[in-house]
């Protein structure tokens, strides 16, 4: 069993957070992980891209249309990310912009969204979900990594289940934060629940 996930976003998104999320949340189902970062100018709102490949795996980067799902934390990553895709690639998308560096310093706009979706492959589903109202909702904006991870899991390609995720969260806050972020992470999966009509 192999399962590749790439994760995108800019620095300060708690991108590498997610990945190490699912990376505990793996092992803690007895399987194997490996997981590499890639980091731009990351304090400055750059570009950031984890690869967490869990199974029988010894290298750290997804290969080229190897991806089983991608997470995007900000639109234009997610559309970045895509040139890694596959076929089967599922895709899942925080709506919440980020003006790169890049366009701000020449005064250009943000893309629509939809001209940004255009350069998706034919037949792609992209599961845009708000994350950061789903965790200010959870009690904290600052979980919209969790949200994230919980959408994720609810698309079924993971190899870990909601207990192993929680186990993983466990681990890494506690108390009141703890709480909030197992809020994020059930408000994340009901989010894709509902578009996909799963019970």
């Known amino acids: 069993m192999i399962k590749n996930v790439i994760i995108a976003g800019v620095g300060g998104q708690g991108v590498v957070t997610a990945g190490l999320l699912m990376s505990e949340a ?3 189902n007895g399987i194997n992980v490996v997981m590499s970062e ?9 570009s950031v891209s984890v690869d967490v490949r869990m199974g029988d795996v010894y290298g750290s980067i997804v290969p080229k249309g190897g991806a089983d799902i991608i997470i995007g934390f900000e639109p234009i990553e997610t559309v970045r990310a895509l040139s890694r895709a596959g076929r089967e690639t599922l895709v899942i998308m925080n709506t919440e ?14 893309p629509p969204m939809e001209q940004l979706l255009k350069i998706a492959p034919d037949g792609m589903v992209i599961h845009q979900i708000d994350a950061v109202s ?17 959408a994720a899991l609810a698309l079924g390609v993971l190899p870990f289940s909601r207990e192993n995720a929680m186990s993983a969260l ?15 992470l059930d408000l994340g999966i009901e989010e894709i629940k509902g578009q996909r009509n799963i019970a």
């Open 134 to 150: 789903l965790a200010k909702e959870a009690g904290n904006y600052r979980s919209v990594n969790t949200v994230i991870l919980g």
């Open 97 to 110: 912009k980020k003006t790169p560096i890049s366009l701000s310093m020449h005064d250009k706009e943000y």
């Open 26 to 28: 793996a092992t803690e």
């Open 170 to 184: 466990k681990r890494r806050f506690s108390g009141g934060l703890y709480e909030v972020n197992a809020r994020a």
């Open 38 to 46: 890639i980091h731009g100018l990351a304090q400055r709102g750059g």
